[in-house]
């Protein structure tokens, strides 16, 4: 059964193995973090850390039953009741319903936890599963963007 854990500093070195293995993976559907986010890991990880503390974000690790990290399950831009949904599953751990457990999952917590009454989410055109997962989670297509210029979907749920 997978859990889901708030981000700690222990879970650094096997974030960034998750990233490392699965960057060419990421890209094919979503932009593409660059270089300096892995030149720069321990920086980063700091201050999403601070951010967490103030409560502007949340972010999560998904692990699976042996405790190896498959995801990742983010609520960044957290103000007045809302937020920004993020998610990446490990490509060896796709297919198999946990990006939509994953998602589901935060939801919930978002709203009891969190106290958001509402998250918004965005995909590229090309990610199918991505928009797959949003559907069967009840976020609705709200409008259009781009993504690191690539044309995207915007999305919206009511918690």
């Not at 960057?23 to 999403?48: K, N, Q, W």
């Not at 503390?53 to 498959?70: C, K, M, N, P």
């Not at 958001?116 to 090309?126: C, F, G, Y």
């Not at 989670?137 to 749920?157: E, Q, W």
């Amino acid at each position: 059964m997978p859990e889901l854990h708030l981000l700690r500093t222990d879970h650094a070195p096997a974030l960034l193995a998750f990233e490392r293995e699965n960057r060419a993976y990421f890209a094919a559907s979503i932009p593409d973090r660059g270089e300096e986010y892995f030149t720069r890991f321990e920086e980063r990880l700091h201050a999403l850390l601070a951010e967490q503390a103030a409560g502007v974000g949340f972010f999560h690790v998904v692990t699976g039953a042996d405790g190896e990290l498959l995801g990742r399950v983010n609520l960044t831009e957290v103000a007045d009741g809302g937020a920004d949904l993020g998610y990446r599953i490990a490509e060896r751990a796709a297919g198999r319903g946990l990006a939509t457990w994953a998602v589901q999952e935060l939801c919930t917590r978002a709203a009891e936890q969190y106290g958001l009454s509402v998250l918004r989410a965005a995909t590229t055109l090309d990610n199918a599963a991505s928009q797959a997962v949003l559907a069967r989670t009840g976020f609705v297509v709200v409008g259009s963007t781009r993504l690191s210029g690539r044309p995207g979907l915007t999305y919206r749920r009511g918690l």
